[in-house]
């Protein structure tokens, strides 16, 4: 019995244009929104950029089995762990700042304000007599 085809790379291509919408999205959102959305991006645990950088470490490992097995170049074994390095980097670079983030995310809005009422002026105000 076969395995079902993987969809795979279908996937990888929607994520990517999900990703494209979400960028659309945050240079249009305002800052908390924003905040927000960069904030849940960079969460380590369930964000994007946590997310991104286990796919690229399994990629690594990929790339070491196939490498050792003369089928890929060592220089791409090397090339792609050393993205995923880099990448785990830049998460711990930033988990400092998602603070930052989340506060602002978080902020309170400021009330909306209200127009005072009018006062009538003398043009308006009308006499009994």
């Not at 399994?58 to 090339?79: H, N």
């Amino acid at each position: 019995m076969t395995d079902p085809p993987l969809h795979s790379v279908p996937h990888a291509r929607a994520i990517a244009e999900q990703l494209g919408q979400l960028t659309r999205q945050l240079a249009l959102a305002p800052p908390r929104e924003a905040a927000h959305i960069l904030a849940t991006v960079l969460d380590r645990d369930v964000g994007i950029l946590g997310h991104f950088t286990q796919l690229m470490a399994t990629g690594s490992q990929f790339a070491k089995r196939t490498s050792e097995q003369d089928i890929l170049p060592p220089e791409v074994w090397l090339a792609v762990g050393r993205a995923a390095n880099e990448l785990h980097d830049i998460g711990l670079d930033l988990d400092e700042h998602t603070e930052a983030l989340d506060a602002l995310a978080s902020a309170v809005a400021p009330a909306p304000t209200t127009a005072p009422k009018p006062v009538p002026t003398a043009m308006v105000v009308r006499r009994r007599r």
